[in-house]
T-cell receptor
Framework: DAKTTQPNSMESNEEEPVHLPCNHS???????IHWYRQLPSQGPEYVIH???SNVNNRMASLAIAEDRKSSTLILHRATLRDAAVYYC???????????FGTGTRLTIIP | DAEITQSPRHKITETGRQVTLACHQT?????MFWYRQDLGHGLRLIHY???????NKGEVSDGYSVSRSNTEDLPLTLESAASSQTSVYFC??????????FGPGTRLTVL
């Protein structure tokens, strides 16, 4: 299975943009890039996913490198409620194993 | 609003007992999943189902079973609970757009 690499932790100031990186150098052509986040004592929550093109939704943006070996989750204006562990996950068609690694623990500084 | 619920939220049991964790979703999703989350391992897939009467093993299925008699429910059974099954268990369902919706989790302690 293709693996992802994320920093263990990041800090950001409230109301500023946050860029969360993810490396996936062994990604295959059919792997989608998914991002989930997990707030303390809650189940994971879907954030965004994409294949090749950059994606935007009400929560965040996903910027995918042209060679697809890395991607960046962008939170445009961080709030205290965005403090969570963010997981970058690859999922290929027909592969049910959403492999959650250790993720990036994001701390928001008021 | 549609939702996914799990019960109980907390459970303490003894080694060797049978335990069933409930999962119920009201989105009418065909695809449902069970994960466990342990420190140092992230979430790991236990079992999954694509629809009624369909069940499949995930990466850590030993000691667990599931059944799917209707679209809304996917109960997870531990046939003979072991201390190694102490964990937080999450149920999820997936929509046609490939988004998984997770329940609030069940914290299980096996003494």
């Amino acid at each position: 299975d293709a693996k992802t690499t994320q920093p263990n932790s990041m800090e950001s100031n409230e109301e500023e943009p946050v860029h969360l990186p993810c490396n996936h150098s062994t990604i295959s052509g059919t792997d989608y890039i998914h991002w989930y986040r997990q707030l303390p004592s809650q189940g994971p929550e879907y954030v965004i996913h994409g294949l090749t093109s950059n994606v935007n939704n009400r929560m965040a943006s996903l910027a995918i490198a042209e060679d697809r070996k890395s991607s960046t989750l962008i939170l445009h204006r961080a709030t205290l409620r965005d403090a969570a562990v963010y997981y970058c996950i690859l999922r290929g068609v027909g592969n049910e194993k959403l492999t959650f690694g250790t993720g990036t623990r994001l701390t928001i500084i008021p | 609003d549609a939702e996914i619920t799990q019960s109980p939220r907390h459970k303490i049991t003894e080694t060797g007992r049978q335990v069933t964790l409930a999962c119920h979703q009201t989105w009418n999703h065909n695809n449902m999943f069970w994960y466990r989350q342990d420190l140092g391992h992230g979430l790991r897939l236990i079992h999954y189902s694509y629809g009624v009467q369909d069940t499949n093993k995930g990466e850590v299925s030993d000691g667990y079973s599931v059944s799917r008699s209707n679209t809304e429910d996917l109960p997870l059974t531990l046939e003979s609970a072991a201390s190694s099954q102490t964990s937080v268990y999450f149920c999820a369902s997936r929509d046609e757009g490939d988004t998984q919706y997770f329940g609030p989790g069940t914290r299980l302690t096996v003494l």
